[in-house]
Structures are given as C-alpha cells and as structure tokens.
C-alpha cells in the first residue's frame, strides 16, 4: 500500500457525525506541512501513506516521510493522543532535542500491518530510533526540523 495524502483521504472519507473528525483533517494538514517542511532541504522530499490504523472509528494514516539528499526516512502515524515514529538516517544524528519533546517508548499502531520498522529509543549519534512525541503536532515539527539541521549540517562539511 502506498498512497498519496489525497488518494487517502479520498478513499477513507469520514462522516460529518464523527466526533474525532476535525483530529482527522489536522492529522492530513500536519503531513502536508511536514511535506512542505522536507521541500525546503530537498526538492524531492517526499510523504506517503504506507500503512493505517483505526483510532475512534476513523482511519488514520501511517506516512513515510522521506528526504533523498539527506538519506532520511521517518515513519509516523498520530493517534488523536501522541505521534509514534520510527527514524532511519544514512548517518549517525546527534540531535538536541527538548526536554517535553523526549522520545519515548510506546504503541505503535498500524505499524503492524504494514511490517513497519521499530527499532531502540533514541541515543546520541543513532541511525535508527522509534519514539513517541507527546507535545502535539508541533513538536512533531520540531524533532523533524532538527533532525534536518542536524543531517544539513553534517551534509555541509
């Protein structure tokens, strides 16, 4: 399965009534600023729906998250509650991250059904790392920002 933000949403309407469909269509506005977030290093960046999962009766998506020049794939999905990703770099990333932005450990749904990776918390100078962010959307944005700058830079010298 590998689908676009809008072959998505297209295809798992959810219906006026339902109470968590407003967190649905922040969910998709957020994959797109990610989208526009990956676009300003890499012309090429990419965000696709790999896999799903059902929280509240309304399926939600999995996205990869990918970013060629800086050989970076990030996979995540929300559950109304916290993000869950799993990171996966060409190199080894020593990010800073905020103290309420600490990854930690968790459900990972619908990773599951698309035979997703998970792997180990985060440490300094990892390449690959799965972690929940629990400040919303914009911590999302945050951790995906510096782990960015931190590719930007080693890419630079």
């Known amino acids: ?63 990869l998250f990918e970013v060629p020049i800086a050989g970076l794939e990030v996979f995540m999905r929300d559950n109304f509650y916290n993000w869950a990703i799993s990171v996966k770099a060409d190199r080894p990333l020593n990010a800073d991250f905020p103290r309420p932005l600490m990854l930690e450990p968790g459900c990972f749904e619908g990773f599951d059904r698309g035979d997703l990776p998970i792997y180990a918390a985060w440490k300094p100078d990892a390449r690959r790392f799965s972690g929940h962010i629990w400040s919303g959307d914009s911590g999302l944005l945050v951790v995906l920002t510096r782990l960015l700058d931190t590719l930007a830079e080693i890419l630079e010298r």
């Open 1 to 63: 399965m590998r689908q676009t933000l809008a072959e998505f949403t297209e295809a798992n309407p959810v219906l006026e009534k339902m109470l968590w469909k407003a967190g649905f269509l922040r969910q998709m506005d957020t994959l797109r600023r990610v989208l526009e977030l990956g676009q300003m290093y890499d012309s090429k960046a990419a965000v696709s729906i790999v896999s799903y999962h059902t929280s509240k009766s309304i399926k939600l998506p999995v996205a």
